[in-house]
T-cell receptor, first 114, second 115 residues
């Protein structure tokens, strides 16, 4: 158990809809990262938050947004969903500092868009 | 930009034999390199990392990795494979931007250990 909690584990929805994925980082971790895993694209970095502030942005679509709340949990919002958004979405967390490169991953949220 | 390449989509090895999963990297500056493993329907689990120091890094579950600067490689190895090692293995490099530590992952290599 990595200590990172993601909900829901599975989600099935229709095209055009909006969903919210939730992540609770390990106790004490200030950074949260979101990744998308799909068969054709592999693991793609979406966005990082550090202590409530956006720190880095990767290949995140404009239809997607995220935020980190004062209690450090994070939410990833996916809107106007398309079939191609079906994927496994991972949240990871890390401590701040020199060793921050070691990320701890949650079990993921599997999104299916029909 | 940092990147890693895993040239093999799949590696098959017999149980008890040594295994190697290959990774090459491209970075500006000093490389911070990682290996993760993903079992079916699970998240990624950290195996080991190279930051600095000895070129041979030891990690979890008997795995080790050899950093080779001249060949820009960071191959994952294990002296004797177990069936339970069958999984998807990812090599990753840490981003070097100020204050951001996200990892860039390779495409992954599926390891199958045959009984």
């Amino acid at each position: 158990d990595s200590g990172v909690t993601q909900t829901p584990k599975h989600l099935i929805t229709a095209t055009g809809q909006r969903v919210t994925l939730r992540c609770s980082p390990r106790s004490g971790d200030l950074s949260v990262y979101w990744y998308q895993q799909s068969l054709d694209q592999g693991l793609q970095f979406l966005i990082q938050y550090y202590n409530g502030e956006e720190r880095a942005k990767g290949n995140i679509l404009e239809r997607f947004s995220a935020q980190q709340f004062p209690d450090l949990h994070s939410e990833l919002n996916l809107s106007s969903l398309e079939l191609g958004d079906s994927a496994l979405y991972f949240c990871a967390s890390s401590v701040a500092g020199r060793d921050a490169g070691e990320l701890f991953f949650g079990e993921g949220s599997r999104l299916t868009v029909l | 930009a940092q990147s890693v390449a895993q040239p093999e989509d799949q590696v098959n090895v017999a149980e008890g034999n040594p295994l190697t999963v290959k990774c090459t990297y491209s970075v500006s500056g000093n490389p911070y390199l990682f290996w993760y493993v993903q079992y079916p329907n699970r998240g990624l689990q950290f195996l080991l990392k190279y930051i600095t120091g000895d070129n041979l890094v030891k990690g979890s579950y008997g795995f080790e990795a050899e950093f080779n600067k001249s060949q820009t490689s960071f191959h994952l190895k294990k002296p004797s494979a177990l069936v339970s090692d069958s999984a998807l293995y990812f090599c990753a490099v840490r981003h070097s931007g100020a204050g951001s530590y996200q990892l860039t992952f390779g495409k992954g290599t599926k390891l199958s250990v045959i009984p």
